[in-house]
């Protein structure tokens, strides 16, 4: 029986924080669910927080509700997948929650992709409608679905949603459908905890982005561990400054704070000062950014002056979390730097603890989970043994994915033959079990938290009419980790500028974080002796060029 119709009965014995201190009561419940109970119990308790708005569970479960009569419209015997192109705000899980109760997998994109790469997800999963917002991040989206359906031939259908859950659904010739009002249960008939009811996009080492399989399941665990490492309990306050649609913007805004009944401040567009003010203003207990973020709010004057006493935690990641500026941000707070090592399929690997020494919590990425099963493997894909083990880690836990969404070739680089699952890493783990990367296996480039294919990069700029070769690598950035650069090869040898090819790309609908920073021109790109373009020297070369 679902929390709509039992809830109000008593059927749940739940109070707020509880999920920290009685897990076992949480067996087998939704995000959905959750969110419906904490609008029957505690309707006018705040669930998220903006720098303009504080939004109630009660509206939060009425804006899901809303958008759900949409889908249920607009849904047939077999519902198809339905792709979620919205702000970090709490529409976008309001939306999450709406395709649960519907019945419909729901396909989250980034808010910041470009069409290029909304088409592709979209396409990948077979979905007919889109939710979306009027604007996103100063664009008109009408723009984008009318380069959609030029593009794709779809979507059939747009649900436009604002900040606060109103609604309104246009067929494919721009005419207003009439949406029929319903009531539902916060369960689906067709979805448990442990099905596949989301699908989240990854950068692979080829080709276009890859759609990610995503449980309630694993990110409800992954949230445990979270209370665990950082002692988060009821009384806690988080800020999530990270995508939603990925695996630190789930458990982070989407899962843990809804088990908990605690607020969460969002805000559709990261500005540094504004997550200040909102952080001294909210009383924030408990941050969640990428180590970029956090740099820049150690660099900001704003930060000189913010009481930030509030903060106990900070869980930080998505790139080497950089020790100077840890401690930097651990002596300036008094708040502990805490991360998990993993991937958006692998789940948590290791994680660090507000109870680990500071050797352990600011330069190790934590100990192993046991649960995760972690091994270690060489190159030839043997297993590491022995006290102390350097390789590339592959795991066989609860807190993974389920492979990439009808990819089986894309699942064969994922897998070793027996069932583990790889990063694109290499990693040390030492003695005591705690982990170190050390490098990276994969041909990643990842800015500011971000991974970015460089095969994909490439491919986007070989589309450029003046190349002929390119190769892309991440170049050194104090600020961002890495940022992208391309070397070409141009048809005439003339020089391509990278604002050339950011207009061309950007013209052509590339995400923004697809399109190269920084262009040097080279007559030739060097090769590796099997005829290869040989990553490292392009990458000495490019660090090189721009050192001057």
Known sequence: MGIGSSAAAGALDIAVGDFSTAPEKFTDLSVSEMVRHWALTTPDRIAFITPDARISWASYDAAADRIASALATLGGA??????????????????????????????????????????????????RTLITARTLRGQDTAVLVAELRERTGGPDHVIYVDDLGSVEVEDAAGDLV?????????????????????????????????LVTQTERRWIGFSEVAVCAGKITGDDVFFG??????????????????FLGIPVVVFERFDVDTMIDLLERERVTVLNCVSTQFKMLLR???????????????????????????LAFEQRTGAAVLQFYGSNETGAVSVTTVDDDPDTRLRTCGHLLDDMRVRVFDDSGAEVVGDERRGQPGVNGPLMCRGYWDDPEADAELYTDDGWMLLGDIVEVDAAGRVRVVGRKAD??????????????E????????????????????????????????????????????????????????????????????????GKVAKGSVKALAEERLSR
């Open 178 to 210: 009439q949406i029929t009002d319903r009531c539902f249960d916060a369960t689906s008939p067709r979805f448990g905890i442990d099905d596949v009811s989301m699908l989240n996009s990854t950068s692979g080492t080829t080709g276009l982005p890859k």
């Open 78 to 127: 077999e519902p198809d997948p339905v792709a979620v192109y919205l702000p970090d705000t709490m529409i976008f899980h309001a939306a999450l929650c709406a395709a649960y109760r519907t019945g419909r997998i729901a396909v989250g994109i980034g808010s910041r992709s470009g069409v290029k790469e909304v088409a592709h997800l979209s396409t990948r999963a077979g979905c």
């Open 241 to 258: 400054a990270v995508p939603a649609p990925f695996g630190f913007g789930l458990w982070t805004a989407h899962f843990l704070p809804a």
């Open 444 to 457: 990643i480039i990842i800015r500011g938290g971000k991974n970015i294919s460089a095969v994909e990069v």
């Open 300 to 326: 900001s004057e704003r930060a000189r002056t913010a009481d930030l006493t509030a903060l106990r935690a900070m869980f930080t990641g998505g790139e080497a979390v950089p020790y100077s500026e840890a």
């Open 459 to 530: 491919e986007f700029v070989r589309t450029h009419p003046a190349v002929t070769l390119a190769a892309v690598v991440g170049v050194h950035d104090e600020l961002f980790g890495e940022k992208v650069c391309a070397v070409v090869v141009t048809t005439d040898g003339g020089e391509l500028t990278a604002p050339e090819l950011s207009a061309w790309l950007t013209a052509q609908g590339v995400t923004r974080e697809y399109i190269p920073e920084r262009v040097l021109t080279v007559d030739e790109l060097p090769l590796a002796p099997g």
